[in-house]
């Protein structure tokens, strides 16, 4: 099978893009987010949320597979969600990331999930932490994980 790839930006596609100070990933309801009546199925948004975080970290220049290589995972530690409408299946929504703070170890961010229209479907307050693969214990942010999202995002240091 042979694509046009002239019409499409697969790489957008996949991954979202940048915009301002964000991360804008696009999605499509599909019948496996669903419960029986059709309606999103609420851990989903969670599952939506990860599945953008991952693709930012993508168009950072940030590889997941090289973090875990050198023994070095993210894992979150808390989320807390707001839920204000349901999505339904074949329903295009965006998960925007912004709101970012670097700790030591840990980096928070906001994620909003939203219809095409603009109404907000979730809202999430999410913290990660960097750890060693063995062990399982806090580890600073890797100094080339950190240049690369201070580059692409506006990030506050917190002290």
């Not at 932490?129 to 063995?134: D, R």
Request: with cysteine; aromatic share 6%; charged share 25%.
């Amino acid at each position: 099978m042979q694509m046009k790839a002239e019409k499409i930006d697969l790489e957008t596609v996949m991954n979202g893009w940048l915009e301002d100070d964000a991360h804008i990933y696009p999605l499509m309801v599909q019948y496996e987010d669903t419960d029986a009546a059709g309606i999103v199925y609420h851990a989903n948004y969670i599952n939506f949320a990860e599945r953008a975080r991952t693709a930012l970290l993508r168009c950072m220049g940030v590889d997941m597979n090289d973090l875990i290589h050198r023994g070095e995972i993210i894992v979150i530690s808390s989320i807390g969600i707001e839920y204000k409408n349901p999505s339904v299946i074949g329903e295009g929504l965006f998960v925007r990331t912004d709101g970012f703070r670097l700790g030591g170890s840990t980096l928070n961010m906001r994620q909003v999930i939203g219809a095409v229209d603009g109404s907000i479907r979730a809202a999430l307050d999410v913290r990660g932490a960097f750890v060693a693969a063995s062990g399982g214990k806090p580890i600073r942010i890797p100094e080339d994980v950190r240049a690369r999202m201070t580059k692409f995002m506006s990030i506050h240091q917190v002290s």
